[in-house]
C-alpha cells in the first residue's frame, strides 16, 4: 500500500535528486565533483562533493514539516550573476497542498492509502528529469563563476526552525507568500523582466500537484546591467 507519508517522502527525495540536478546541468560546480547514478531509471548527476552533498541534504530535510503540513507552496533555485548579483535564472518547484484544507488530523491524513499507485508517481517523476536535462539546449549558457541561492515561499509564515546552512556561503530564506507576489519576485529581490518562462512538468500526486518550470533574464552575461 502507498500511503500518503510515502508521497511526501517521494517528493522530499525528488527534490533532493532536482537541486543536484540543476547544478549540474547549470554548471554551478566542475562536473568532476558529481557521480552519475540512476533514480527513477533516470541517469542523474548527484555531486559527491561532501559540503555541496551536505548542504543540499540539510535544506530538504528542513522541509520535511513545510511539506508535511501542506505550508510549503514555492520553492526555488535562483542563479546569480557573479559581476552585479543580478538573477539569471530561476528554477521553480510549486507544491499545491489539499492538506492544507482539511479538517482531519494530518498523521490520520498521512497515514491513509494514497489513490495513486507508486508506478504512476515514479512515471511522473521520470518524465520530469528528462524533460529538465532538455533544458540545457533551450536556456543560454550563464556566465562563468555564477552562484545560486534558494528560497522557500510558504503559505502561513516561516516555522520556528529557519532550516539555515551551516556555511557562510549559502543561506535558505523563508519568505511568506502572498498573491501580489505571484509569478514575480519576491521580498528584497528586484523586480525585473523575464525572458521566458518554460514549462518543464506538471505532476499529479494524489493530494498533491506539482508545477515545475524555470524563468530566463531577458539578459545575461556583459550585457546584464544595474
Known sequence: MLT???LVNLLLDFIDVWIHQILYERDLYPAAIFSL?????VPVHIAAHE???SYVSEFVESLKPLVRQGNCKRIALKIIAPSNNRLLERFVFEIDSALRALDVPIDTV???EATCSLADVQQQLRACLLRMTATRSTLSSNPPDCTFTLTVETYSGPPQDQGRGSREDYHVDWIPSSSAQEG???AGEQQHRWNSLIPIKTIPMDLFKVNVFVMEAVKKGKHISR
Open 110 to 112: 498521512l497515514d491513509s
Open 184 to 186: 514575480i519576485e519576491v
Open 37 to 41: 547514478k540512476r533514480k527513477y531509471d
Open 51 to 53: 559540503g555541496v552533498a
Open 4 to 6: 500518503r507519508q510515502d
